[in-house]
Antibody, heavy 120, light 109 residues
Framework: QVQLQESGPGLVKPSQTLSLTCTVS??????????WSWIRQHPGKGLEWIGY???????YYNPSLKSRVTISVDTSKNQFSLKLSSVTAADTAVYYC????????????WGQGTLVTVSS | EIVLTQSPGTLSLSPGERATLSCRAS???????LAWYQQKPGQAPRLLIY???SRATGIPDRFSGSGSGTDFTLTISRLEPEDFAVYYC??????????FGGGTKVEIK
């Protein structure tokens, strides 16, 4: 059973960089056939896809966030990471990592989510 | 950009009733790339349906999906107490490549 777990600071100051890591267990990121993704959910709101990465390092980002987002992968640690720069209060949200099945592009496994608050 | 509009925003029903949720796309979506999720408070979304009509592993058969083009439907044939939640549709396609609908809340009447 694949499991994903987000980790990182729960509080980030405005203008700083939000950094989160997703640790994958029960399966290898390097096995292929899946993309590894970040999604966020503003409090009481819907879901917003941020971007995804393949184990090879190729990425695709939501154009609305592309200028501020970097997603990277560390196959040796079976982890992938999110960096979001120049954050504001509008970036306060629950951040989820999830796996995308590459043929049908659905999210089949999700982390539990982590709340990140942007505040001074 | 493909926008997914879900309706109604809230559906008030009683256990045992049938729920019909709509997801309308601003442009045609390949049926292969339309999925539905259930989210309960404080939890991550759970995949219910992919490919517009295929149930994910472990999903009860009271959940069914249908539709094509720009109109898709999630049907819950008989609501169980654990089905009261928020439901999202999601598509893969042109930029921004992956989008979600705004959600439909199914609440107890």
């Amino acid at each position: 059973q694949v499991q994903l777990q987000e980790s990182g600071p729960g509080l980030v100051k405005p203008s700083q960089t939000l950094s989160l890591t997703c640790t994958v267990s029960g399966g290898s990121i390097s096995s292929g056939g899946y993309y590894w993704s970040w999604i966020r959910q503003h409090p009481g709101k819907g879901l917003e896809w941020i971007g995804y990465i393949y184990y090879s390092g190729s990425t695709y980002y939501n154009p609305s966030l592309k200028s501020r987002v970097t997603i990277s992968v560390d196959t040796s640690k079976n982890q992938f990471s999110l960096k979001l720069s120049s954050v504001t209060a509008a970036d306060t949200a629950v951040y989820y990592c999830a796996r995308i099945e590459w043929r049908w592009y659905y999210f089949d496994y999700w982390g539990q989510g982590t709340l990140v608050t942007v505040s001074s | 950009e493909i926008v997914l509009t879900q309706s109604p925003g809230t559906l008030s029903l009683s256990p045992g009733e049938r729920a019909t949720l709509s997801c309308r796309a601003s442009q045609s979506v390949s049926s292969s790339y339309l999925a539905w999720y259930q989210q309960k408070p404080g939890q991550a979304p759970r995949l219910l349906i992919y490919g517009a009509s295929s149930r994910a592993t472990g999903i009860p058969d009271r959940f069914s999906g249908s539709g094509s083009g720009t109109d898709f439907t999630l049907t819950i044939s008989r609501l169980e107490p654990e089905d009261f939640a928020v439901y999202y549709c999601q598509q893969y396609g042109s930029s921004p490549r992956l989008t979600f609908g705004g959600g439909t809340k199914v609440e107890i009447k």
